[in-house]
């Protein structure tokens, strides 16, 4: 089963390879579409996995801010969700069964 996250009826990311960390699906770098994603200068500290910084998502010019996190540099334990990426503020994670068949997004990965 693939997961999808998708933001203003856009697919924004497409993986079949995830891994669940409390809650949230991390999805592989090079699932996500690069063009919806702008680096953010926020940044937060989690005390187990370390220093993770954010991206705003903007789908035809609608944005959320702060939308997508990801762990360039996780510490030990978190090794498993190192560069993926996660996603809320306005972001909703969809499973996606391998039997559909709608086309999967074309566009720049990042």
């Not at 009826?9 to 809650?23: K, L, R």
């Not at 926020?42 to 939308?67: F, H, I, M, N, Q």
């Not at 498993?80 to 709608?102: C, L, M, P, Q, Y």
């Amino acid at each position: 089963m693939r997961m999808q996250a998708v933001f203003n009826e856009t697919v924004i990311a497409d993986s079949a390879d995830t891994v669940v960390v409390e809650g949230n699906h991390y999805l592989l770098p090079d699932s996500l579409l690069s063009e919806y994603l702008r680096p953010s200068r926020t940044r937060t500290l989690c005390p187990w996995k370390g220093l993770a910084p954010y991206y705003d998502v903007e789908v035809d010019g609608v944005a959320s801010r702060k939308a997508a996190w990801y762990y360039p540099r996780p510490s030990f334990l978190a090794r498993r969700i190192k560069g993926r990426a996660a996603f809320g503020n306005g972001v909703e994670i969809r499973s996606v069964h391998d039997d559909d068949t709608r086309p999967l997004p074309e566009g720049p990965r990042r």
